[in-house]
């Protein structure tokens, strides 16, 4: 099966639809916020990124992430969506995920 490229302004701009639709805010917040998560996503590939976002309890977790050097193959049919971010969490040894219209901010 080939496997459709997807341009980066794409999923910036799904990303904004998405937040859009979770918050109902305005169209610009949305695309800043997008901007903000498809820069963090960015930094990831290339090192260890430290950031905060809200929770789905409503609290405030602080990460240290990274997409880079992992070497993972996803069990079942896995799609990258524009709905999460997915990453490696160094603390916790894992994948973990959260929502992009939840994230606050990268240090």
Do not use: H
């Amino acid at each position: 099966m080939e496997e459709k490229t997807i341009s980066w302004r794409t999923n910036v701009f799904e990303m904004a639809q998405i937040i859009a639709r979770e918050e109902g805010t305005l169209s610009w917040v949305n695309l800043s916020k997008a901007w903000k998560v498809y820069r963090l996503k960015k930094a990831m590939k290339s090192g260890i990124v430290e950031f905060m976002f809200r929770k789905v309890d409503g609290t405030i977790r602080c990460a240290k992430g990274t997409l880079s050097g992992i070497e993972y193959e996803a069990k079942g049919g896995y799609k990258k969506s524009a709905k999460s971010v997915s990453y490696w969490d160094i603390e916790a040894n894992g994948f973990r995920s959260f929502k992009p219209e939840n994230f606050i901010a990268s240090f």
